[in-house]
């Protein structure tokens, strides 16, 4: 029997520092985050980064919090039961880090008969620190707990043209009374290092224009290369003038080189340097908002870009639980079930 596992990044229980300290050590300590060998990633996490962030995040994460709970989970489980309620297929979700884990979605898929898993990491773009990471746990708690099971990767879906047309129609449709004259396309950023480590070939990858552009077999496992072809896609869907939109990369943490701008820069760059006075901004490495999206984007992004001198700001949510978003995904699902039947 077949059976579905979704699996979004998780959250802290509850917008404590305690929780948030309890979450932070499992994700940043995760080798595919902080790549570092182990004894310099407890320095880091340990030893630096858990007696001053989880303060400072609590404060963000209050800001942001419903009275249901995290907002990312919230919107999973809507998203979730909305999939689940129109397809046959059995559908479980399960969080890479903090509660609902992984081993709990594969619980209640084997409880209810199946033996065959379409794992979906809920994330368009690949990455280590994201798809990979969602991958290789599965793949580890599965073999371990479970291995009268087996499990096949949804992939990256980042330019597949159902996505991308549900996400030009999200934008077309948050937009349709703003009035703006930029549109700032923001991906959760990653280190340059991370890129590098990705290029199977280890010698493709320039970190430019010039290898994102001409066609690489890395390019199955290269985020940048898959979010600027992300932007390129809605670009030709929504028929945006060159000039009208940029990319940008949020989210960095630590010192070492991240993908480039940085959109914290670009709220300021904008109205200073292009006179972009108007803008809005899509966060499409991100399928449910968080966050990153909803106080680093939606609350922040607005004071900076303001500050900066802009003078109309508007965050375009996620696709969240949209219905021509679950429709897509439930498509994928019937389709995988479909080729797989024996």
């Not at 290269?222 to 990369?249: A, M």
Request: net charge positive; charged share 30%; proline share 5%.
């Amino acid at each position: 029997m077949k059976g579905v596992l979704l699996v979004n990044l998780g959250s802290p229980d509850t917008p404590s520092p305690k929780d948030i300290r309890k979450y932070l050590d499992e994700f940043l300590m995760d080798k595919r985050v902080i790549d570092s060998n182990i004894i310099l990633r407890n320095i880091i996490v340990r030893g630096i980064i858990l007696n001053t962030r989880p303060k400072k995040s609590a404060e963000a994460y209050q800001k942001i919090w419903w009275k249901e709970g995290s907002p990312l989970i919230v919107l999973s489980e809507r998203f979730h039961k909305k999939v689940s309620g129109k397809t046959d297929i059995p559908v479980a979700l399960g969080m890479r880090y903090g509660s609902m884990t992984i081993k709990e979605g594969y619980e209640k898929l084997i409880k209810q008969g199946v033996t065959e898993v379409l794992l979906v990491p809920l994330y368009p773009h690949y990455a280590m620190s994201s798809f990979e990471t969602v991958e290789e746990k599965a793949k580890q708690v599965q073999k371990k707990y479970f291995p009268q099971m087996t499990t096949e990767v949804l992939p990256a879906f980042y330019n597949k043209p159902d996505y991308i047309k549900v996400m030009a129609n999200n934008i077309r449709k948050n937009i349709e009374n703003f009035d703006h004259d930029h549109i700032l396309f923001s991906y959760h950023g990653i280190p340059e290092s991370h890129v590098l480590k990705s290029d199977c070939t280890k010698s493709h990858c320039k970190l430019d224009n010039s290898c994102c552009d001409t066609f690489s077999k890395c390019h199955a496992t290269c985020y940048r290369h898959q979010c600027l072809e992300t932007t390129k896609e809605i670009v030709k869907e929504l028929d945006l003038k060159e000039g009208s939109y940029s990319n940008s990369f949020q989210s960095r943490l630590g010192k070492e080189p991240w993908l480039k701008p940085y959109t914290d820069f670009e709220f300021n760059r904008l109205p200073q340097e292009e006179n972009k006075k108007k803008l809005a901004v899509i966060t499409p490495a991100f399928v449910s908002d968080c966050l990153e999206t909803l106080e680093e984007i939606a609350m922040e992004g607005d004071k900076q870009f303001k500050k900066g001198g802009g003078k109309t700001y508007k965050h375009i949510p996620c696709l969240n639980d949209n219905d021509d978003w679950v429709d897509v995904m439930v498509d994928w699902i019937d389709l995988w079930a479909k080729k797989t039947k024996k």
